[in-house]
């Protein structure tokens, strides 16, 4: 399930994880490339997160960190959800998306 609105996205990855988009933005400069910023939920995870996504070019070889939103959580937690960002494709692309979609102009 995938599905787009203006402030947020739900999206049911593979294996049932629910990601609740809260915010997305994007820039683009010379220097740094396309950087994105989006701040999600994890159905049952106790804190938000927000991942820091780059690319030089905007359409692959993307980079990215991932944090705790706003206070510190549950190593297993962001742990599993790291994981699920180098194994998942489409759960990774969710954020690539929803930041691009806000690219400011």
Known sequence: ???????RILFQGGEGVKVNIISAKMSQSEDAGFVGHVQFEVDQHKQPYEVTIQSN???NNWSYALNFS???????E???????LE???????????????????
């Open 1 to 7: 399930m995938h599905y787009l609105d203006t402030k």
């Open 57 to 59: 070019n905007g359409r």
């Open 70 to 76: 706003s206070q510190p959580g549950s190593e297993e």
């Open 78 to 84: 962001i742990q599993a959800v790291d994981e699920q």
């Open 87 to 105: 194994e998942d494709d489409a759960f990774f692309e969710q954020f690539v998306v929803a930041a691009y979609t806000k690219l400011e102009k």
